[in-house]
């Protein structure tokens, strides 16, 4: 396996480890928030700790999957995006007693965090499109994203949203190093020889 894209595909899955871990602090914040509590800014900073490293490693994930694989402009533009997209929710989540505006209950919100990550998780099927194997891991990944849904439903905030998202990409991640590992997909990197993918997909 190229170096960059076993090294991107590792951050990758590190960095939806301390996305969950985020969530389950931001979990526990939320049920026992007391203004007046002493651990109320240490569980702030832990929940920040998780979020900075989360970050950090899916950053630096993107850049070594981006400088390792051909094209694939899809995900060198969605995920980064997502990535965005993530940072703002968990700024607005942990700081939502003071902002008027967010809504961490809304349906709305909820449904469009889970089609827009679903659709950027649909754009890794480009990595090796027509293998059954692989478009069975991106349709579980994204029910698993679309389940985040159920959330509201439950009455859960958004950080339910969030942990089913980083769920969803640590078994992304992880599939896709056991199938490149097991020879089952095959992703054209940079210093390969050129291989052209034609999509064929039996599942979309």
Known sequence: ?????????????????????????????????DPYSIMMPFMEAVAYICEALGFICLLIAIINIGRAVRMRKWIKIGFPIYIAVELVLMIMELNSQYLSFYKPYSLTLAILHAVFSALVCFSFLSLDPGKVPFEVVITVAIG?????????ILGIRIYFSIITNAFAYVFLFGAIKWLLSREMIEIDCHGDKARVAEFKSTLF
């Open 1 to 33: 396996m190229h170096e960059k894209l076993s090294r991107g595909l590792t951050l990758g899955l590190a960095g939806n480890l301390f996305f969950i871990l985020f969530g389950i602090v931001c979990y526990i914040y939320y049920k026992t928030y």
């Open 144 to 152: 698993i994203m679309l389940g985040g849904m159920l959330g509201n």
